[in-house]
């Protein structure tokens, strides 16, 4: 099912855009999110951070390299690329997210950065 959902997302973003127009930093938002969802962290900030030196406001490129500095121990770090994507997205605020999981299918990266944020403010340290 997982699968199925990224071949989908995939598929609309690669059909919607046009494989060869697809902007780079977008190209590495997709690279960095499938290596992020198979675990590999290392690679996926590399991915990210590529995206993020084309378009420093790309806000998909923020919101999923603030989960990997989440998942790496740099909470202050995600607390703020959270931030950022909230106040980017305050101009756009239904832009869909795009994930795997159906729980979150029709969440907006604004809600899921505040959600993403909410959450880490409200950790004890030693959840950190």
Request: hydrophobic letters at 35%.
């Amino acid at each position: 099912m997982k699968n199925t959902a990224l071949l989908l997302i995939a598929l609309f973003v690669l059909g919607s855009s046009g494989c060869s127009y697809l902007q780079t930093d977008m190209r590495n938002v997709n690279r960095g999110y499938d290596s992020l969802l198979n675990d590999d962290l290392q690679t996926a900030e590399e991915r990210f951070d590529d995206a993020l030196e084309t378009n420093p406001d790309n806000p998909y490129a923020l919101l999923d390299l603030g989960v990997v500095y989440e998942r790496t121990g740099r909470i202050e770090e995600a607390k703020a690329l959270y931030q950022k994507v909230i106040n980017i997205e305050q101009e756009n605020p239904t832009k869909p997210a795009r994930v795997s999981e159906s729980a979150a299918e029709n969440e907006t990266l604004r809600s899921i950065a505040i959600n993403n944020l909410s959450r880490l403010e409200t950790m004890a340290p030693s959840q950190m």
